[in-house]
């Protein structure tokens, strides 16, 4: 079955910058998108970001202009880059890959990691 792997998550200084990835294992067709979600205890799963097939993106309203979704289809990676990270950016960060399938769509998700923002 096909798993996605998470790495980057640290402890990271307010104003710093961090670097999540997902890489998933073998090949996923009909891929339709690719996106981050976050958590933090007590709360709802947060959409972060997503990035098509075509490449649009798309963000949070509390993330634009820090946060940098990309791809490496070659990989069969998508990362989010974090830039002036804020205290209220602490969270477990998950990766998600949605596909077409023939009967409904079919999530992948990855196993989270933890971001912690000192102030």
């Known amino acids: 079955q096909v798993r996605l792997v998470e790495s980057g998550g640290g402890l990271v200084q307010a104003g710093g910058s961090l670097i999540l990835s997902c890489a998933a294992s073998g090949t996923i067709f009909r891929m339709y998108v690719r996106g981050w979600y976050r958590q933090t205890p007590g709360k709802h799963r947060e959409l972060v970001a997503t990035?098509?097939?075509?490449?649009?993106?798309n963000y949070a309203d509390s993330v634009k202009g820090r946060f940098t979704i990309s791809r490496d289809n070659a990989k069969n990676t998508v990362y989010l880059q974090m830039n002036s990270l804020k205290p209220e950016d602490t969270a477990v960060y998950y990766c998600?890959?949605?596909?077409?399938?023939?009967?409904?769509?079919?999530?992948?998700w990855g196993q989270g990691t933890q971001d912690t923002v000192s102030s």
């Open positions: 990035i098509t097939s075509g490449c649009d993106t």
């Open positions: 998600t890959f949605v596909a077409r399938g023939s009967l409904s769509n079919i999530n992948y």
